[in-house]
Each structure stands twice: as C-alpha cells, then as structure tokens.
C-alpha cells in the first residue's frame, strides 16, 4: 500500500515539473519542414480547403433533395396532410409549404398523397414555414396547358365558378374561360344554376390570344359520345317505322323530338288531326311519346316524324248515316276571305263557301257573317269520303227569297231598298236580303244627262224604285228610279213647242254658241248665228233677251232657241202690213203703176237693210 501512495506521488510530481516547462511547437522543433507545408489557403479564406471531389458529391445531394427558395419556379410538391383550412406540401425543402384550401376549390377530391404544382410566395412566415401557392403556380402554367388541350384535344376539368350573360363562367387551370349556354348540353337548358359549383369535363374550342378569351364546350364531349350511338340509329331507320322519343323544343311551326342522339320534326299539321293555333296545345317539354317516320333526306339528317298518324284518320270513324242534305253542327276554326271552314267531328271539317252564307247576291267576306269559335249549324251540301271533302251551306236553313218573287216583287210595284254598289251601267239596290236588281243609268232621271252612278247617288242611300221587269229563272230584276214619278218632258212638249217665245239670261258662252236655262230641267242651245241682235251685235254672257224655240225632240231631250228669230220675224211682218197698206192706199188715190212699184221698192229694201 505504502509502495503504491510512492508511486502515484512520484508521476504526480513529474507531470506538474513538465506542466511548468516550455512547450516546443513543430514550426520550433523544425521550421523548414513547417514551411514548406504550411496551408496558405486555408489561411487566407479562414475554413479547411475541402476535396473537390467531397464538394461535388455534396452539391449532387443538395439539388436532388432540396429546392432553391429564392426562385420564381413552379415546382411539385406531395400532399402530406390536410387541415379543415389548408393543405400542407412537401417540396423537399427546409420546411414544409402551406397552401389555402380555397385555391383547390376546382378539386374537391384533393387527398394525401396527391402531386400539386406550386409556386414559393414566401420563404418563411413566422413560424417558419414556407408559403406556397397553388393558384399562381396554376396561372403560370395554365396557358401552356390550355394551348396544348386546344391543339390536342384534351379533355380538361373545370369548375363552374357562375352565371353570366349567356353561359358559364369556368375555372380552368386557374383561368377563367367562358363555357356558351349553347355549349352546356345537346338539349336546351331551362336551369343554368343547377351546374353552379360543379365540377365537369369540357374541350377546349376557341383561344383568343389577342383578348386572352377562352371559349369551352360540355356539349362537344356529349355529341362525340352519342356519335356512335347516332350512326346506328340512323342506319336501322325505316318509314314507317315506330320509335319513342322525347320532346326536345316546342317552335311555333312544330316540335323537335329526340330520339336518342338523332332529332327528327313532328310538323305542326303532323301533330293532330284536328287544326291547332300551337304545339304546346298538344305537347309539353320532356314529354316521353311515340312517334313514327315519315320521311327523311338522302343522309337521313332531316327526319320528319308524325304523331296523328298513330291514330285512325277521324274521316275513316265518320258515321255512314252522315249524307248530303243532313243538318250538322260545328265549330268556326279557320275564316278566310272566300269561306269558313267548319269542324263538324274531331279532325273532320267543311268548307262553307261565302256565297253560301247568305242569299245576297253583292261580294261580300266570310268575316261579315262568322268569327272563329263560332258555333253554327249548316246543311250538308257535297261529301266525298275519298278525297276527304265537304261543302256546306248556312243560307239553306232559311227559305230561298226568290221561291215567291212574283208574289212579293211583281212588275209595275214600287219600293224602297238600298243602294249596295256601283257600275259604270247602272246601280245595284238590295230589296232585301237575297234580292238585288239593277237601275240602269238611263233610269235613274229623267231631265239629269248622268256619266257615272255616284253622280246621282251613294252607297248606303235609300232609293224608291219601281220593279221594271223580272227574270225569276235568271234570278234577275230590272228596276227603275225616275219612273216613280212622271215624265217632265211630257209637260215640257206643250210649254216649250215650236216657235214658242220665252225670256231668259245667257248661261253660259260654249263652243259654237250658249246655252240658256229656262228652268231647272230644260237647257236650250243657242247656235252662235241665232246669238244676233238686231243692231248687229251678239248677245253676251248674263244678258237677257227673248228667245224662240226652233227645235224641241222629247226623245232626246234636245232643245234648241233662237234670238234673231224674234225681230227677224218682226221685219218679216212689217213687210207684209206695209203691202198691205199700200194696196189698200193706191185702190182709194187710184196711184200709178209707177208709183206703186216705187213703195214696194222701198219696203223691200229696208227688209234687205238697204237704207
């Protein structure tokens, strides 16, 4: 024991005595050796010089395990968990990135695990996390991506972010683009609001690079899905043949039905037998029915579909009790200008011509007489169960008014009826209705020279006429208005004879002479020699003179005066006194021969206008 305690006290010792001497270094010990080895890089840049080769492996694993948080790169990143609010992303780098789930509205079905694109929005938050995000990585990316689906024809994902005028507006790759309301389906959408907040797969159509629109297409998917499906319908298509559809559209002119990726038409007259104003009288949108084929073009991309041809024709369920002379009764459903037709049975209609409507003779319009709803009753007049026609009457519910027209119109009678229209011949007067005569021109006055009817007369007035003649086979009458009073001229013969003299104004100065006015009927013509006065001068417009009447024709109302009649005739008697006189004068003074001839000389040249 007391050996040991020596020892241990003799090392102690040795150490404290080497403790307090000089340490030597190498560069003492030898200098030239510690020189020529000496590291002056190391010296100079302060860190130990590592192995190229050690540095080049170390530069491999930092840029396959690490990213470089200072650039603007998209990078892809891993899922790796999920929050209620965010999505937490590995990009390989000191930290793990998170991102909003806002920005994955467009994918519902994120999961862990899933691979994102994501851009660095910053390096480090407080808590010293990155900040990554998903959108503007999208943004970066989406328009290579929306180049490269349009040249391919890429089906892509889409969110329907809203309505807007006309369509849709998507979120695709973080772009908004445009999805048309035509471009939704293949039918007609009714409910835009029902794609808000979905999801779908569209085609990108249109890029406009200029304006940086997007324009995408649902329907395209759909019609190249039901391509196949179209061209075997199309290709086991038959006339004839019966298949159900759906309504697809309603037009004004008839209804598109669907029948499984191929349209076909149903004409509004394919729809029903009977006449309608609509097809939603008969159809509504979504309606399943069936229909059979009619007709179709060459490539069979126009069908033509029929509804009624389901059903038995309704002329084929007519009664065969139903003949012509039967009374029927009906609905008014169509007025045109020459008739009405009439819808006797469902899908059975007549025609009731306008001349069959009344007993009048004059032009006049189905309107005058129907309105459409009209229900009216009518006499069968023709039916033809082959061509599917059928003429009816209404004026044959009342009597024929001419059945007792000799009876009620007889020759010679007088009446009252109404001027209905003109013709440069004559007027037309209803007596009543169904009995029309005519007045000729020449018989409406008997003093008043009339060119054309609507001289004397309008349509509308009330004329009394007198029956003339009556033609009942012909179903004409004659009548005449100035016979229901007497003839003026018959008076006239005696008052304005032959050289009898009246006074009266000139009228008017006319080719070849004036016309005088003795009343209001008679109107004499002067000749333009006849218009002399006895000075020599001739009688002027307004000047009053007396006249003789040379010329009377009853016939032809013609009446012709003349003013130098009158004192031509005067000299002519004076002449004639004067002879006598001289006679009487020469038998009592017994003159000469001489003498005599001398007076007689001077009368006659003062009759001759000799002085």
């Known amino acids: 024991m007391a050996e040991k305690q020596a020892k241990q006290a003799e090392v102690e010792a040795t150490e404290a005595v080497a403790a307090k001497a000089p340490v030597v270094s190498e560069a003492q010990a030898n200098p030239e050796k510690f020189l020529k080895e000496f590291n002056w890089h190391n010296y100079e840049e302060g860190i130990d010089q590592v192995d190229d080769k050690q540095l080049e492996e170390f530069e491999k694993l930092v840029s396959e395990n690490f990213v470089d948080t200072l650039d603007d790169e998209v990078v892809e990143g891993e ?108 039918k007609p959408i009714r409910d835009y609001d029902q794609y808000v907040n979905k999801t779908m797969e569209f085609k990108v159509v249109k890029i406009n690079h200029e304006f940086k629109n997007i324009v995408v297409s649902h329907k395209a998917l759909i019609e ?17 043949q019966v298949l159900e559809g759906v309504v697809k559209n309603i037009t004004s002119y008839g209804v598109f039905i669907d029948l499984g990726g191929v349209d076909g038409l149903i004409h509004i007259t394919d729809l029903s037998w009977s006449r309608i104003n609509h097809p939603n009288e008969i159809v509504e949108l979504d309606q399943k029915l069936n229909v059979v084929i009619l007709d179709f073009d060459e490539d069979k991309s126009r069908i033509q579909l029929g509804l009624k041809q ?74 033809d169960r082959e061509d599917r026609k059928m003429s009816l009457g209404i004026k044959q519910l009342t009597p024929d008014p001419w059945t007792d027209i000799t009876g009620k119109y007889p020759v010679g009678s007088t009446h009252t009826g109404i001027v209905r229209n003109f013709t440069n011949f004559g007027v037309f007067v209803e007596l009543e209705e169904g009995i029309d005569g005519l007045i000729y021109i020449s018989d409406l006055s008997w003093t008043k020279k009339i060119k054309h009817p609507s001289e004397f007369c309008n349509v509308g007035d009330k004329l009394e006429v007198v029956v003339l003649e009556l033609d009942v086979e012909g179903r004409k009458l004659s009548l005449g208005h100035k016979q229901t009073t007497d003839n003026p001229w018959d008076k006239y013969e005696t008052e304005f004879a032959l050289d009898t003299t009246h006074t009266a104004e000139i009228s008017e100065i006319v080719d070849k002479g004036a016309t005088v006015e003795f009343n209001e009927d008679i109107v004499a013509f002067v000749p333009s020699r006849h218009l002399e006065k006895e000075d020599g001068k001739k009688l002027k417009k307004g000047e009053e003179a007396e006249f003789k ?6 016939e032809f109302k013609r009446v012709v005066a003349s003013h130098t009649a009158i004192f031509k005739e005067e000299e002519i008697a004076n002449v004639k006194a004067a002879a006598k006189k001289a006679e009487a004068q020469a038998a009592e003074a017994k003159p000469t021969l001489g003498d005599a001839n001398d007076a007689l000389q001077a009368l006659k040249d003062k009759m001759d206008g000799k002085k």
């Open 79 to 186: 899922v790796i968990h999920i929050t209620d609010r965010d999505a937490i992303i590995d990009i390989n780098a000191k930290s793990e990135g998170v991102i909003s789930l806002n920005e994955f509205r467009y994918n519902p079905n994120l999961k862990v695990g899933d691979k994102v694109e994501v851009l660095i929005d910053v390096r480090e938050d407080t808590t010293g996390q990155l900040v990554l995000s998903h959108r503007k990585a999208r943004v970066i990316k989406a328009w290579d991506r929306v180049n490269n689906a349009h040249d391919t024809g890429e089906i892509v994902n889409g969110f329907v972010k809203c309505r807007t005028k006309g369509g849709m507006i998507v979120d695709v790759f973080g772009i908004e683009a445009f999805l048309p309301g035509s471009q939704i389906d293949v």
């Open 224 to 240: 190249a899905d039901i391509e196949e499906q179209k061209k075997e319908i199309i290709g086991q298509l038959e006339k004839g």
């Open 310 to 383: 389901l059903s038995k024709h309704p002329w084929e369920a007519l009664g065969e009790t139903v003949k012509v002379g039967d009374k029927v009764k009906g609905k008014v459903v169509v007025i045109a200008d020459y008739g009405a037709f009439i819808e006797v049975e469902e899908g059975v209609e007549g025609l009731v011509h306008v001349s069959e409507m009344s007993w009048s003779t004059h032009l006049r319009s189905a309107q005058d007489f129907v309105s459409v709803g009209d229900e009216i009753e009518a006499v069968i007049l023709t039916l």
């Open 549 to 554: 009447i040379i010329e009377f024709n009853k």
